[in-house]
């Protein structure tokens, strides 16, 4: 990562550091566009997890993207969108939603609904 932003300025370097020293869970600056792509991709994972429908959750991905996409400033910030939505998704595939698959189908409806704009 480093070779990818050595030409960057110092309070960028600064913020990567700071950020992976904070670890997944933290750090109280996170962008709208992050919180979005975390809550996303684990609810895209939670209904993996649970055994919904393949194409209605690959239609949820794709409309999660195009919602990232839609409401990202640049294409950096966009990647990294990206990269926490999968990150999530992967978590919610591994662990499942956190009061059980029988409560989550209210949570992905309400996300869903999210989506149409």
């Not at 990232?68 to 990647?79: C, F, G, M, N, P």
């Not at 059980?100 to 992905?108: E, I, M, R, T, V």
Request: proline share 3%; hydrophobic share 40%; glycine share 14%.
């Amino acid at each position: 990562m480093i070779g990818i932003i050595a030409g960057l300025s110092g309070p960028i370097l600064a913020l990567s550091a700071k950020a992976q020293g904070m670890g997944p869970q933290q750090g109280p600056d996170k962008s709208y566009l992050i919180l979005l792509a975390q809550k996303l991709g684990r609810t895209a994972g939670n209904a993996e997890f649970c055994g919904y429908d393949g194409d209605d959750i690959e239609e949820f991905i794709a409309k999660s993207m195009a919602r990232l996409a839609k409401e990202s400033e640049d294409r950096v910030l966009l990647a990294g969108g990206r990269v926490e939505f999968n990150a999530h998704a992967a978590f919610g595939r591994a662990e499942g939603p956190e009061k059980g698959c029988q409560s989550f189908g209210l949570a992905y409806a309400e996300a869903k609904s999210t989506l149409l704009y």
